[in-house]
């Protein structure tokens, strides 16, 4: 069974700082990253990082966050700074397996608000 398990969620004030972790297990993992969910919009993709340590952003990221991690170890990391209240939103792991299958984790929540 493939898990995927976030954790560093919570709520920070503008221009805070938050950093999320992710721990995947039961697969073997091509390329793994980060997606967001906010309250009444659709999921969209932060950055991923691959088993090459290439790294790739969406452009609304603009410097603020950074996705490091061991794909071979099947762990990520994303750093969040300068924190604005409209990055309140879900934050999912996502991992494409060797194989070319899709995961996802339950999924951690960010609260930016002072």
């Known amino acids: 069974q493939v898990q995927l398990v976030e954790s560093g969620g919570g709520l920070v004030q503008p221009g805070g700082s938050l950093r999320l972790s992710c721990a995947a297990s039961g697969s073997t993992f091509r390329r793994m990253g980060w997606y967001r969910q906010a309250p009444g919009k659709a999921r969209e993709l932060i950055a991923t990082i691959n088993n090459r340590g290439m790294t790739r952003y969406e452009d609304f990221v603009k410097g603020r966050f950074t996705i490091s991690g061991d794909i071979a170890k099947n762990t990520v990391v994303l750093d969040l700074n300068s924190l604005k209240p409209e990055d309140t939103a879900v934050y999912y792991c996502?991992?494409?397996?060797?194989?070319?299958?899709?995961?996802w984790g339950q999924g951690t929540q960010v609260n930016v608000s002072s």
């Open positions: 996502y991992g494409e397996s060797i194989w070319y299958n899709e995961f």
